[in-house]
């Protein structure tokens, strides 16, 4: 079996996965969750440390990207009624994302979370990237602005950035949908 993780590439996507969160145990902070990583495009490593502190100290708070090690400027200004709403009951040193068993939620069990979620949506291409993804593919259609993209992501090429969030795949087909010769 291949690794093929894909974005949600509609609204209505968007929507089905959340109507699925927002029937778990947790469904506050999954939605957040889900939220938060499509409007950031952080990787799922970075988001289940977040804390209240994290969010808070200033309008576009800063963190340092566990994978990189890059410091990343979060711009989450459109969330921001929601974030404060959300962690209104909790201290600056609370996690955004508890786990039932102490400390943050751990990516393998947000992982099992949208496997369970893809399960009942009947996909095979659910992933934690999934979330990073989305951004990246609605923030590309929205702003047709690789540059800007590939600097958030932190990748070395247009290409890598057009191909991590399935591009490439949807373009072609669009251009080739009415392409005929010789008829």
Do not use: W
């Not at 990207?65 to 459109?78: A, D, F, N, P």
């Not at 996909?123 to 593919?137: A, M, N, P, S, V």
């Amino acid at each position: 079996m291949t690794y093929n993780v894909q974005p949600l590439r509609t609204q209505q996507e968007i929507n089905d996965f959340l109507f699925c969160l927002r029937r778990n145990q947790h469904a506050e902070r999954d939605v957040f969750l889900f939220l938060i990583g499509i409007n950031s495009g952080l990787r799922m490593s970075d988001i289940v440390k977040l804390k209240k502190q994290d969010l808070l100290t200033a309008k576009n708070p800063r963190i340092v990207e566990q994978k990189t090690g890059k410091t990343r400027i979060l711009y989450l200004g459109s969330l921001q009624d929601l974030i404060q709403d959300y962690t209104k009951t909790l201290d600056p040193d609370d996690y955004l994302f508890p786990s039932s068993k102490g400390g943050h939620l751990e990516v393998n069990t947000v992982y099992q979370m949208f496997q369970k979620v893809a399960k009942l949506l009947g996909r095979d291409d659910i992933g934690t990237h999934t979330l990073r993804k989305t951004f990246g593919y609605h923030y590309y259609k929205k702003t047709k602005d690789v540059a800007t993209l590939m600097e958030i992501f932190g990748h070395s090429s247009e290409k890598i950035t057009k191909r991590y969030i399935g591009i490439n795949e949807d373009e072609i087909s669009e251009t080739l949908l009415n392409f005929r010769l010789g008829f």
